[in-house]
């Protein structure tokens, strides 16, 4: 057994000496020095060995691991490691980085783009027109009479004797009307201003679109069709919508749309805004004769639209800012 020790001394020695580079090294401690090594192995011949053997075996056996040991830490030292080492700074420059966070589209941004889109196909281009308006473009040539009572200051933000935060979206008609000789074909989405209380389907900021199409024989036909192809286009085949006799200063005959929707666990009838077929005032209003034009217009709330469109049951959801609600669409 001694015998046997000395020659795995030799052995171990010679291989330790043949050691030239580091993956050599590495190859000599997993044969000799690892779990699975030669040592480890020659520690079982203790079990076999007579009593009087036994402690000069031990010692044998663990003098040679210190002395291998100390020569291999000894050789790692001159040639290095075989696993690569770790050099420079402490930070990674590999790691990915914090990935910034994405922002995206507003839901009512999304849904006027879409509206674009709906409308765009059937032919409406897209008007502008200012949030700032005169009296004369929310109210005059809109037919709105001074002693009307959607001309109350209260119900109105005005700025000045004169000027108001639109109300409505239909100042854009007159605007497009006064620039433009007919026919004209548009679509002008944008906010409007009422004082209104704060509630689950009111605010005081709200957005339009309106619709204006001018053009020989334009019947109510017409205006039907279009509002009910905009509602199966943009709420699918199925969606309920109806229109109901109502009346607006600048249309004759006037309807409202109606669409059929969910708040709050109640399904109902929600108005999405007014139509009808342009008042001959209005047409004189901004020089177009009123014998040979016709015209429908329509004007919707957008929140409703999209209220609808993805069961919301708040519109005050919109202007929260809560990235909890608004990262769904
Ligand atoms: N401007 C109306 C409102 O805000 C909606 C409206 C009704 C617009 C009839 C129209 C229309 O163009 O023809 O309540």
């Not at 203790?46 to 020569?71: R, V």
């Not at 910034?100 to 709906?118: A, F, T």
């Not at 196909?121 to 929310?138: C, K, S």
Request: hydrophobic share 35%; proline share 7%.
């Amino acid at each position: 057994m001694v015998q046997q020790l000395e020659q795995l001394e030799a052995e171990a020695k010679a291989a330790l000496s043949e050691v030239s580079d580091a993956p050599a090294l590495e190859r000599f401690r997993i044969d000799y020095l690892g779990p699975k090594g030669k040592l480890k192995s020659a520690m079982s011949w203790l079990k076999d060995a007579s009593p009087e053997d036994k402690p000069k075996l031990g010692q044998g056996l663990n003098q040679l691991k210190q002395q291998l040991e100390g020569e291999f830490k000894q050789k790692q030292e001159t040639l290095g490691d075989a696993k690569p080492r770790v050099t420079g700074p402490a930070i990674d420059v590999t790691e990915p980085g914090d990935p910034p966070r994405m922002g995206r589209v507003h839901v009512l941004r999304q849904v006027i783009d879409e509206l674009i889109e709906v409308f765009g196909r059937m032919g409406f281009d897209v008007a502008e027109g200012p949030e700032l308006e005169d009296e004369q473009h929310n109210f005059v040539d809109l037919n709105i009479p001074p002693e009307h009572p959607a001309r109350d200051p209260l119900d109105n933000f005005y700025l000045d004797a004169t000027h108001l935060l639109r109300t409505q979206t239909s100042t854009v008609q007159i605007r497009v009307m006064e620039q433009t000789p007919p026919p004209v074909r548009i679509v002008s989405l944008g906010r409007v201003y009422r004082p209104d209380t704060h509630d689950a389907t009111h605010s005081s900021m709200f957005h339009q679109i309106e619709g204006l199409y001018v053009n020989e024989k334009v019947t109510m036909v017409d205006l039907k069709s279009t509002l009910m192809q905009f509602a199966h286009a943009f709420f699918g085949k199925d969606a309920e919508v109806r229109l109901r006799p109502s009346y607006f200063p600048f249309t004759e005959p006037s309807a409202e749309l109606d669409i059929k929707m969910t708040v709050r666990g109640k399904t109902e009838w929600v108005e999405l805004g007014g139509c009808g077929m342009v008042d001959p005032n209005v047409f004189e209003a901004v020089g177009y004769d009123p014998e040979k034009w016709t015209g429908f217009a329509f004007g919707l709330g957008i929140e409703r639209i999209a209220m609808k469109r993805y069961g919301i049951g708040d519109i005050r959801w919109f202007y929260e800012n809560d990235t909890r609600f608004l990262s769904q669409f």
